[in-house]
């Protein structure tokens, strides 16, 4: 069978695509799946292509599909953002941290470029910001939805690149928070602005140096109920004997040699 696929369908295709929102978020690209950004005349001409009277399978759908946006960024010259070249673009970035190998890829039509990534990520940092100075989108506000507890860790990671292993330091928040009874969240609407797409590689914050005071109070665990006994079960009681007699000598011990020093 026999299917028309010319530059002039693919730029139909991409006129009519609704176009992805600045900055898009992971969301916004499983909104707009590959399947059903490329022309079907397209994916139906590679399948036969590449698979010939056969059905495939899902490793020649991915190749069709990666195949089929790199020919849709290559006919409207890049304008035409797809999945594969932002997820590519940004995840070799964060891997390797090479200008490079990035740089490479986006040449030979594979990944946008690293100054793209760059822009996406500050724009993404502006719209984090602007939504939620203090607390992250997804922490819920309002009357009885408190966050009870706050962690912060190092979330090091070691990456591979042309002069070697790096280590990439950064921190990460851990939040709990229990919402208030009765609370559902039904909405999935985007949380984050849209912005115009500007060239800005680099966000200035102007945040306050000293942080408003923060009260901690005392952290109240679980009381033992009064009428309540504690006892080993019977067959450990024996050891639960030998491992307190071991632990009263370790003390014993420990506090004579303070007082002979």
């Known amino acids: ?3 028309h696929v010319d530059m002039k369908s693919v730029k139909q295709a991409y006129t009519v695509s609704k176009p992805l929102p600045w900055p898009p978020t992971a969301d916004d690209l499983d909104a707009f799946p590959p399947e059903e950004l490329v022309p079907d005349a397209l994916q139906t001409f590679l399948t036969q292509l590449v698979c010939g009277d056969s059905a495939g399978t899902e490793k020649t759908r991915r190749i069709v599909l990666s195949i089929a946006q790199d020919i849709c960024r290559a006919v409207t010259n890049g304008e ?5 070249h932002i997820l590519l673009s940004t995840t070799v970035r964060h891997l390797y941290r090479s200008k490079i190998l990035t740089t490479m890829l ?18 993404l940092a502006k719209a984090l910001n602007d939504s939620s100075s203090k607390l992250t989108p997804l922490i819920v ?50 949380t984050l602005g849209v912005y115009q797409r500007t060239k800005a590689r680099s966000l200035k914050v102007d945040e306050q140096e000293c ?6 109070t005392k952290r109240c665990g ?9 006892t080993t079960p019977h067959e450990n009681h024996d050891m639960y004997l030998k491992a307190l007699l071991e632990y009263r000598n370790l003390v014993f011990i420990q506090g004579c040699w303070k007082q002979c020093r």
């Open 1 to 3: 069978m026999h299917h």
């Open 80 to 84: 035409w953002k797809m999945p594969k």
């Open 106 to 123: 986006s040449r030979l039509g594979h990944s946008e470029s690293y100054d793209y990534s760059l822009e996406l990520e500050t724009s």
């Open 141 to 190: 506000t309002g009357p009885g939805n408190e966050v009870f507890h706050v962690e912060w860790d190092k979330l090091n990671k070691i990456t591979t690149n042309i002069h070697g292993s790096n280590v990439v330091n950064s921190t990460a928040g851990i939040m709990i928070q229990e919402l208030k009874p009765g609370y559902c969240a039904t909405s999935s609407e985007r």
């Open 211 to 216: 942080l408003p005071p923060t009260a901690l």
């Open 222 to 230: 679980p009381t033992f109920p009064r009428e309540a006994v504690f």
